[in-house]
């Protein structure tokens, strides 16, 4: 047995509000929308994981979600042009990665970073 995906289920009663931030800022296409659920994915290939942190790193705190994108400053300047407050960074982590934290429109902590 291997696992294909896991895929992140966040609960909303507003759904079409996923629609500004996955779609219309980081891109993401509508891969199913059913109206109680639509789901937003990206043809790449992605590898499969999931992370357990005690902290987010930094001293900072654990966000909900991880999105690696190719160029993390164009999407932290349309993040910001489409009114989402960052949180946190931009910041170069000694880890090897450029990311900043902003919240969705659902109040989850979303780290967007791109590996240096």
Excluded: C
Excluded at 3 to 10: D, G, K, L, S, Y
Excluded at 64 to 84: C, H, N, P, Q, T
């Amino acid at each position: 047995m291997k696992v294909r995906r896991i895929v992140a289920n966040i609960a909303t009663q507003d759904i079409a509000a996923a629609k500004s931030f996955y779609h219309d800022v980081l891109g993401l296409d509508v891969v199913m929308d059913l109206g109680w659920i639509a789901t937003y994915g990206s043809q790449e290939t992605m590898t499969v994981q999931i992370s357990f942190m005690a902290q987010g790193g930094s001293g900072t705190p654990v966000p909900d979600l991880s999105i690696e994108v190719d160029d993390v400053d164009a999407a932290l300047d349309r993040m910001r042009k489409a009114g989402f407050a960052v949180e946190y960074g931009p910041a170069d982590e000694p880890w090897g990665v450029r990311r900043f934290f902003v919240r969705d429109p659902f109040g989850r902590l979303v780290n967007i970073l791109s590996h240096r």
